[in-house]
């Protein structure tokens, strides 16, 4: 009976002992299965974050090439037109005022399509490997074989880019205040400083953009126009029109009247029209649709040729105000603004038209809509300028044919990756090596 409690106890023992060795090494598996198991991950994610690293600088790689192809753009259309600038009329004619990469906006996808017919007429798509027979026409090929292999060299790559440019010269640039002295005193009517004002709040309240303020509230854009200018121009005070000042610009900046944390006025040109929205009452509600009005690049002069209609009627509603030469003329006469749009479409045709020429013959259709008899000029209906004339100046001085300032933006697309890049640049000349790159955001 002993020795069969001594081998009972015996047994107990190695069946324990094999099972905490059974626990152990399943517990040993069970780590190193983890263990393999969240390196595997990490190796995952680290090729991942490799590849979309890498699809990244291609994508900035492919918005960068569509940049220098818009650049190369108006290096061709400056160098054309400096060359045709003394031809006969017959030879440029054609030729036209809208910038060349306005006319044929950089992608890619269009290049392949009319260089290797990738969707054209069915024929196969470059990304199949083939390459799609000349184009045709009566009379002869356009793209002939050779071509063809060059562009096939050429647009070898993955990956897609677009790219767009914008003519800033036919936007009123709000850094005009900074140049401006609201105190310089005025020979008649009012300073230039107060001249930029009007003219912001003519352009404010056509009726096209009735909808986006108050109407009950008839001041609202006199004080935005009157804000904007002193967080931009160089001092410290409140400057209303006429001339009249009232206290120091932190004032409505305090978290008080702000209903924000307070923060200084710039006093200062901005580098980016993302920083109007620093300024009180400006809000994204009623701002977003002025976004391709204002600039805050350039000079005083609009091209008047390329700019939207707005702006057109803007300009010419700051020359009208107080100009003796003209009557009372209404620029939201529907019949007086197709007049003006047609005679601005005819004078631009030009592939380099002259201000001089396009004043001529907006001032004809302004005499043929003149009624001298109804006392002072007021170009916009209850424009605050009717009560404060502005200076009549010659519209030659207030607009220019030539555009110098551009925004490039272009997009880069690699798989999922998306690459945005928006520069500036002051194309001054004709000489590319001498253009200088005023701003330039990558994201």
Known sequence: MANANRLLKGMRSRFSNRGVALLLVLGAIMMLTIAVSMFADNTDIQFELAYNERDRLQAEYLAYSATNLMLLELQMEKSAKSMLANAPAAVSEGLGSTPLCQKFPMSSSLLKAIFLGGMLDGNKSAADGEVAPPIEKKDGPVITGFQQEAAKEFLDFSGDFDGQCADLQTRINLNQFFDLDPAQQAIAAVNPYDQLKLTIMSLLQQPVYKELFDETK?????????????????????????????????????????????????????LTLDEVYLVKDVLDDWFTPFREIFTVYGDNKVNICQADDSVVMAVLARYLTGNQRFGNIDLTKPELKEAIKTALATACEAPQPKPAEIAQAIDAVLAGNTDNNQGASTSQPANPSSQTPVTASNLTQLITTETQWYELKSTGQVGDVIVHLTQVWDTKGTNPSQWKLIYSKLE
């Open 218 to 270: 008839p001041d609202d854009i006199k004080n935005i126009v009157r804000n904007i200018a002193d967080w931009i121009d160089k001092n410290d005070v409140i400057n209303e029109l006429s001339g009249l000042t009232g206290g120091p610009e932190t004032s409505l900046y305090d978290s008080s009247s702000y209903g924000a944390a307070s923060h200084q006025v710039k006093n200062g040109k901005m």
